[in-house]
């Protein structure tokens, strides 16, 4: 029988895992112990079968994704550093969120825009957002932005630390999908590169969105008469165009997941294998550990209903 699918996420000395019914977090405390938070979860799709639909699915689950790994992140970082405090609210998670999202745009969309069109003003052809070589140009400064931030962000012990967590989340679901045995020694044997990553999902909506903007804006009217104005609409407007090629590049990323990483498949997908390189590193056996109890209690079959923490 085929596995159900599952989704992880590292957190803070921890690692989230999302199965069909189970959303579950496992975080190893400064004593050592080991905590579960086993949650239901009953996703958007599961309530409205339309949003699970080939690419709408795409946005629905980058959505859930961001929204359900602030709330593991929030809650893996009070355990890990023991805070007895109260836990962060809705409309502080809800105004970290937006803060992340505009910096986002303005460092991966409107950066990338304005530099691509100044150095097509500085060049001898004078390109625009009509040619080609401005969305190359767009494409390739994201991606050396995006290349750049996860580079500098590794320096850093803790995002390190995470990084191997990474790992770890990796090599639990890698060997729960071969079939293996779900123990320490068993997921030790496997790759810690996987291309269903949120990483490699990232690299591909880049990519994909370079020639998707290549395409359509050279059919755009001019939306409006003053320069500034234009540029600023061109921007916003790409924002709302992620949601669909956020949608394209999921379903890429689910088939040649399918694929096995065969033939054009695999090619599409090696890129984002490289790139967890950066973002993924070998973990440890107590690492391992923590990815494989989040996951065997999102797995399990004796699903409780209602939430429930505990410590191992």
């Not at 359900?68 to 409309?91: I, R």
């Not at 109890?293 to 923490?309: F, G, N, Q, W, Y």
Request: proline share 6%.
């Amino acid at each position: 029988m085929k596995p159900a699918a599952v989704g992880g996420q590292a957190v803070i000395e921890g690692v989230m895992m999302k199965a069909p019914e189970r959303l579950c977090v496992a975080v190893r405390r400064p004593d050592g112990q080991i905590l579960v938070k086993n949650d239901p979860f009953n996703g958007l799709a599961r309530r409205w079968p339309a949003l699970g639909w080939p690419f709408l699915r795409g946005p629905v689950i980058l959505g859930e994704t961001l929204v359900l790994g602030m709330k593991a992140l929030s809650f893996s970082a009070q355990q890990a550093m023991e805070d007895e405090g109260e836990p962060v609210s809705p409309w502080a998670m809800a105004l970290t969120m937006l803060v992340a999202v505009v910096v986002g745009v303005g460092l991966f969309v409107a950066l990338p825009h304005l530099a691509a069109l100044w150095l097509g003003r500085l060049s001898a052809t004078g390109f625009d957002e009509t040619s080609l070589w401005f969305h190359l140009i767009d494409g390739v400064i994201k991606v050396g932005l995006f290349l750049a931030y996860i580079w500098a962000i590794a320096l850093m012990p803790d995002i390190k630390r995470v990084f191997e967590y990474h790992g770890a989340e990796h090599k639990a679901i890698y060997c729960y999908e071969s079939g293996g045995e779900l123990t320490v020694e068993a997921a030790r044997g496997y790759p810690r590169l996987h291309p269903r990553c949120g990483t490699a999902f990232i690299l591909v909506v880049l990519v994909v969105s370079i020639f998707f903007f290549a395409a359509l804006f050279p059919l755009l009217p001019r939306l409006a008469e003053a320069a500034w104005l234009n540029q600023a609409l061109q921007i916003l407007l790409k924002v709302g165009l992620m949601l669909p090629i956020a949608g394209l590049s999921y379903e890429i990323i689910r088939r040649a997941g399918d694929r096995g990483a065969r033939g054009v498949w695999g090619a599409l997908l090696w890129p984002g294998l490289q790139l967890q390189r950066m973002t993924t590193r070998e973990p440890d056996d107590r690492q391992i550990e923590i990815a494989l109890c989040a996951l065997k209690a999102a797995v399990a079959t004796d699903r409780a209903e209602k939430s429930s923490i505990t410590v191992l």
